[in-house]
């Protein structure tokens, strides 16, 4: 009796670590990229439709000014800048590049990410109707509104992208660094500027976050890869499955 009981918690111990190992990393992003950015976006949401304020955002704004100067200006102008124009443009490439390529469901992939991305920031800025801050004159005004960041959305967006194309090949580990750099600059760039509350940054990177990591796993599930045909997927995971 008790020996039969060992062999079936031995043989579960076995199916639920063979499923982990599996399965790990997509519960993994479930939790990290999904379920955790909408439980922060929407915290945030919830003060912002409530007009709360939230204690760090001028803080933060009245610190990032107080560093101002004509030489961070113009950097962060132009950081800015390439967080909004030049973003669009390499979202383009990637999108064209991967159908040149024939990678349909990586093409796929990247123009919901982008697109969807967009579409939810444009809705989400009409829905919450929130003012820019006005703690100071900007040199780079802006008149549309500010819950949640475009130029947070839109580099977190592409950030995720890149690294979720990248994850499966060699490249993820120097990309992975040059994304978070390059998201955290154009974030500060918005904050220093003084057209968006440190809330609307972060709320335009959760946002992101759970957008992309949910087209992720609705079209990169079961045992497809990036990068990797269909056909050979479909053969591993019958050969799994016989196993």
């Not at 992939?109 to 991305?117: N, Q, Y």
């Not at 967006?157 to 992975?176: E, G, K, S, Y």
Request: hydrophobic letters at 55%; aromatic letters at 12%.
């Amino acid at each position: 009796m008790h020996e039969a009981l060992g062999e079936a918690a031995a043989r579960g111990a076995r199916v639920i670590a063979s499923l982990l190992k599996r399965h790990g990393g997509w519960i993994a992003l479930l939790f990290v990229g999904v379920l955790l950015p909408l439980w922060v976006f929407t915290e945030l949401a919830d003060e912002v439709h409530e007009l709360e304020r939230f204690v760090f955002d001028d803080p933060i704004l009245l610190r990032a000014h107080a560093h101002a100067g004509p030489a961070l200006d113009r950097f962060f102008i132009v950081v800015s800048r390439i967080g909004y124009e030049g973003v669009i443009a390499i979202d383009v490439v990637i999108v064209l590049s991967l159908l040149g390529f024939k990678r349909w469901r990586e093409a796929t992939f990247a123009a919901v990410a982008f697109m969807g991305s967009a579409l939810l920031n444009l809705g989400s800025k009409q829905l919450f109707q929130r003012d820019r801050p006005s703690l100071w004159e900007s040199v780079s005004p802006e008149t549309t509104f500010s819950f949640p960041s475009g130029h947070a959305m839109g580099s977190m967006t592409l950030a995720m992208v890149v690294i979720l194309l990248a994850w499966p090949t060699r490249w993820r580990w120097p990309v992975l660094p040059m994304a978070v750099v390059f998201v955290l600059l154009v974030g500060f760039s918005r904050i220093y500027l003084g057209v968006h509350y440190p809330s609307d940054i972060l709320g335009g990177w959760v946002a992101a976050m759970a957008w992309v990591a949910g087209a992720h796993l609705l079209l990169f599930r079961g045992s497809l890869r990036p990068w990797k045909r269909a056909s050979t997927a479909v053969q591993q995971s019958g050969n799994c499955d016989a196993l």
